[in-house]
């Protein structure tokens, strides 16, 4: 009986392995292959924000909003903040508006080159390519975090918004949980996201804002 406990207990590991060590044993070009896969799929996607930008240039000076975030294909996109100020980012596919209540302005401008350039919309949209558009690189040990997988990304061409980007990522789902972008001046936006819902698409009307009456709208 005592065997019997024993090859039992051996083959229950055995059997185990794989699905404890999978995750545990993919490389960084394995994991991005798994983001791309995982936004590729997802056509809109919701989630609560904490954001932490870090300004070299001005003393290392912090600034820190939260709220929620949708981006939703092809085009949509919206960033509420509630803290400390309210703000409203939105795009409709052809304008994208940015509001700002303290200022009581709303400026407009083209979409098309703003999300372009929006590496947070291009990721979550599965817009290119990550392992053609980043060098994927693994993180220190101290970066990991537990029940997260980690890589760095590094722009292959010279992008005016990233030198570098951490990414952290779900080890179930591979669904975005933290991400980390460092500027060329050194500068960090720490976007952490929570209770992320996908694939459950919001109505166009929601990708339009109307400013309060008294707004000046600024049109670049």
């Known amino acids: 009986m005592k065997k019997f406990k024993i090859i039992f207990l051996c083959s229950l590991l055995c059997l185990l392995y794989p699905v404890i060590g999978e995750c545990n044993f993919l490389t960084p070009v394995q994991i991005a292959e798994k983001i791309q896969e995982t936004y590729e799929k997802t056509t809109a996607f919701k989630a609560e924000f904490q954001q932490t930008s870090t300004v070299s240039n001005m003393g290392n000076r912090q600034r820190k909003g939260s709220g929620t975030m949708v981006i ?21 596919g052809a304008m994208f508006s940015l509001y700002f209540a303290s200022e009581k302005q709303m400026i407009i401008t083209p979409a098309k080159e703003y999300l372009r350039e929006d590496v947070t919309y291009n990721f979550f949209a599965g817009k290119g390519n990550l392992l053609d558009d980043f060098e994927v690189v693994a993180v220190s040990p101290e970066e990991e975090k537990r029940g997260c997988l980690a890589i760095r990304l590094i722009p292959k061409k010279t992008h005016a918004q ?14 975005v949980t933290h991400l980390e972008i460092i500027d060329h001046l050194g500068s960090v936006t720490d976007l952490k996201l929570f209770n992320t819902v996908v694939n459950h698409p919001m109505p166009e009307s929601f990708f339009h804002f109307s400013p309060p009456e008294g707004t000046e709208i600024i049109e670049q």
């Open 162 to 175: 990233v030198e570098t980007m951490n990414v952290w990522v779900d080890e179930k789902t591979f669904l």
């Open 72 to 92: 939703q294909k092809p085009g949509l996109l919206r960033w509420d903040y509630t803290a400390p100020d309210k703000q409203v980012l939105v795009s409709d």
